[in-house]
């Protein structure tokens, strides 16, 4: 076991003596039973609650800072805490416990003709480490998702938000201490320097599994470093395609709130798609403008309102993050899917349409983690899934897709129980 060292000292070793200690964490936390890890939960619930001045005294100098540096509003709405985000962070933690612990469930069972008994069981992966920008709530609710999976977690936040993470990280611990659990389960990097992302991405043995949660920078980093498995998105360059048949009033509120609830994060929509038979095509373009979009079309949009800024080859494949939307014009439902597949990132994608065999078609073809048949891309969170907070969201094939929460944090194995059988020769 390598002592515990200055976080001054190499990342490397940094990394070695945090996760030799999660590793040992992990086998505490993934054997206590759900009530343990409820209780220890609500502790921590709590202790965010009663944290709540440090938290925002921390926070403000965050925000101080990144407006020192820069930070667009949209990263600032990102970092920014106040007493209602800070009560939903806990009640967040809260609601996390309340949900079936998946650790132990049994998958399927099946009996083999000589009678041996299989079934898969739901496991901890073990160590997850987190590494995330912006938004200091990563910090409570990764750490609550890890502890009720029966994981360890090891959590690197961005330097933008090393006050706050700090802040949270300390009530969220002392409130497993106080339920008895030890502060190893949930740890925080504690130094900002970058090469400690490095040392995480190379640490195959000590950590499980990498879910980075930011820029599309951060995370190609971590896809093309790690040796570590990794579950991510990169972009979310998400679509709403308006069909023909669409009711016009529900097009025009879900396009609006799809991208201007909250343009800057990952379920926003950056591309509308509106049939050549849509009906009201110019009240749509003009309701997002209305609203303080800024709108970049196609030829055959700008010829509806010449208004419009032409949208040049990269907007089809950029993820703004603002307010900021490139629209395009397509000849029914295989033509959006083959602008989607050119040009989406297999993260949301919806469908307006009363017409439910186009809805259908729509929802078979488009091959994204979450797709949506009238209703906003904002949905794309663990939260309104009903999964608690999620801990990211994932775009690729193996192991979890979409909001990652309880039962993406946990692997299986398989039980066999016998009488005696053997295997003929």
Not at 60 to 74: C, E, F, Y
Not at 233 to 243: A, T
């Amino acid at each position: 076991m390598i002592e515990t060292i200055d976080p001054a000292a190499l990342p490397v070793a940094l990394i070695a003596d945090m996760g030799q200690r999660a590793r040992a964490a992990a086998g505490i936390v993934g054997a206590l039973p759900t009530g343990s890890k409820l209780r220890a939960l609500i502790a921590a619930a709590e202790a965010l609650r009663d944290a709540s001045p440090d938290i925002l005294a921390a926070n403000a100098l965050d925000l101080a800072h990144g407006r020192g540096i820069g930070l667009s509003a949209a990263m600032l709405d990102r970092l920014m805490l106040n007493a209602g985000r800070i009560a939903s962070m806990a009640a967040g933690v809260e609601a996390i416990a309340a949900l079936p612990d998946p650790a132990g469930t049994m998958i399927d069972r099946t009996v083999r003709p000589n009678g041996l008994v299989l079934s898969r069981v739901r496991i901890p992966i073990g160590v997850i480490g987190i590494i995330y920008e912006s938004r200091p709530n990563v910090t409570a609710d990764a750490a609550a998702l890890c502890v009720m999976a029966g994981n360890a977690v090891i959590l690197r936040g961005g330097s933008e938000a090393v006050h706050s993470n700090r802040a949270i990280h300390a009530a969220f611990v002392r409130g497993l201490g106080e339920a008895g659990l030890p502060a190893d389960i949930a740890q925080l990097v504690p130094t900002i320097d970058r090469a400690v992302v490095g040392a995480m991405l190379m640490a195959d043995g000590l950590i499980d599994l990498i879910v980075p949660r930011g820029g599309k920078s951060l995370v190609a980093r971590v896809q093309a470093e790690a040796k570590v498995p990794v579950l991510a998105h990169l972009d979310g360059i998400n679509h709403v395609y308006v069909h023909a048949s669409a009711d016009p009033a529900m097009a025009e509120a879900i396009v609006v709130n799809a991208k201007l609830r909250r343009t800057g994060v990952c379920g926003a929509m950056e591309t509308l798609l509106i049939d050549r038979a849509y009906p009201a095509s110019k009240a749509l373009l003009r309701a997002l403008t209305n609203a303080g979009c800024e709108v970049r079309g196609d030829a055959a949009v700008r010829a509806l309102d010449p208004s419009i800024a032409p949208a040049a080859d990269a907007d089809w494949d950029t993820e703004y993050l603002e307010a900021i939307v490139s629209a395009a014009m397509v000849d029914g439902v295989d033509e959006a899917v083959a602008h989607i597949a050119a040009h989406g990132s297999h993260h949301t994608d919806a469908i307006v349409a009363e017409d439910e065999g186009a809805a259908n078609r729509f929802l078979a073809a488009v091959d994204s983690a979450i797709v949506l048949w009238n209703a906003s891309t904002q949905f794309a969170d663990g939260g309104e899934f009903g999964l608690g907070a999620e801990i990211g969201i994932a775009t690729g094939r193996l192991h979890a897709r979409g909001p990652v929460a309880l039962e993406g944090l946990t692997t299986y194995k398989w039980v066999g129980r016998g009488t005696g059988q053997v295997r003929p020769c």
